[in-house]
């Protein structure tokens, strides 16, 4: 089970730290991932990171504004995102797969956690 958090309203420019907790599962054995969705647009991946968190892969957008991150004693992946951008508006997903690449297709992905709203007023 995936319990994102964290999402809210912040102007252009501020920033949010996203959460999302897992049970029920050997957490370190897992790459998690960061997906988002604005309306009528499709998912879309943002960033993922390896059970060791020792590798990371982003959206090409989003590289130099945000940051995924592990507690792997907490159970819970971090995304930082800074320099907000009203684009950067979307309910935003945490999935997790069973080992493996941190890669952006979402078919990879085996478990996805509840949405969290993320508004970026301009």
Known sequence: QLQASGGGLVQA???????CAASGRTFSDYTMGWFRQ???KNREFVAAIRGGGYMA??????KARFTI??????NTVYL???SLK???TAV???AARAGGLPVAGPGAY??????TQVTVSS
């Open 69 to 74: 991150s592990r507690d792997n004693a907490k």
């Open 92 to 94: 935003y997903y945490c």
């Open 86 to 88: 009203p684009e950067d």
């Open 57 to 62: 892969n982003y959206l090409d957008s989003v």
């Open 38 to 40: 604005a309306p009528g």
């Open 80 to 82: 930082q995102m800074n």
């Open 13 to 19: 420019g501020g920033s949010l730290r996203l959460s």
């Open 110 to 115: 085996d478990s996805w956690g509840n949405g």
